[in-house]
């Protein structure tokens, strides 16, 4: 479906490991690489990972993703406060021949 | 480094047209690796993709949206537009200028943004 599918809120504390997913379809996910978006409060958002698994230079290494079918995944390692923010995954879709975002994620550093 | 920002009127009465600039600087709009694009965010809400164009003018549009918008590149001024019509309360939203990079399918490079309120 031309939907992207994030869960509304996660948290951690400080040094877990948390994982946000991103759950597609057949003409977004599963046919073209998923982007991944952080937004800070009041502030635009910034590319985090994009090509599924690449980082743009400046990016920790703490952040990384996977993608499997329909579905995709952001992991952050070694959670730190600075980390909490809102994140969006983002995929080309074939059937709104545009770009789809997911509906975000809020993320908690406890 | 590309750099797009946003300029818009603030305030935009219901029924009538919302226009909102992006000006690039740093280099020039027509590089071949790039498209540009718009996205908003109403108060509170999540991300929603308006419409990203090439510096030929091939663009591509948000379906929900399309039959409103018109989207444009001045590339002598290093410039790109979009044009809303018939706005509503709905179209209130922080707008966002991005340049999207060919080789990493990406948005990689976004505006601060401008806040369009559209009230009588």
């Known amino acids: 479906q031309s939907v992207l599918t994030q869960p509304p809120s996660a948290s951690g504390t400080p040094g877990q490991r948390v994982t946000i997913s991103c759950s597609g379809g057949s003409s977004n996910i599963a046919s073209h690489s998923v982007n991944w978006y952080q937004q800070l409060p009041g502030t635009a958002p910034k590319l985090v990972i994009y090509g599924n698994n690449q980082r743009p230079s400046g990016v920790p290494d703490r952040f990384s993703a996977s993608n499997s079918g329909t579905s995709a995944s952001l992991v952050i390692s070694g959670l730190q406060s600075e980390d909490e923010a809102d994140y969006y995954c983002a995929a080309w879709d074939d059937s709104l021949n545009g770009q789809l975002i997911g509906g975000g994620t809020k993320l908690t550093v406890l | 480094q590309l750099q797009p920002q946003e300029s818009g009127p603030g305030l935009v009465k219901p029924s009538e047209t919302l226009s909102l600039t992006c000006t690039v600087s740093g280099g020039s709009i027509t590089t071949s690796t790039y498209q540009w694009g718009w996205i908003r965010q109403p108060p509170g809400k999540g991300l929603e993709w308006i419409a990203t164009?090439?510096?030929?003018?091939?663009?591509f549009y948000n379906p929900s949206l399309k039959s409103r918008l018109t989207m444009s590149v001045d590339t002598p001024n290093n410039q790109f537009s979009l044009k809303v019509t018939s706005v509503t309360a709905a179209d209130t939203a922080v707008y966002y200028c991005?340049?999207?990079?060919?080789?990493?399918?990406?948005?990689?490079?976004w505006g601060q943004g401008t806040m369009v309120t559209v009230s009588s």
């Open positions: 164009i090439y510096y030929s003018g091939i663009g």
């Open positions: 991005a340049r999207r990079d060919l080789q990493l399918h990406a948005f990689d490079m």
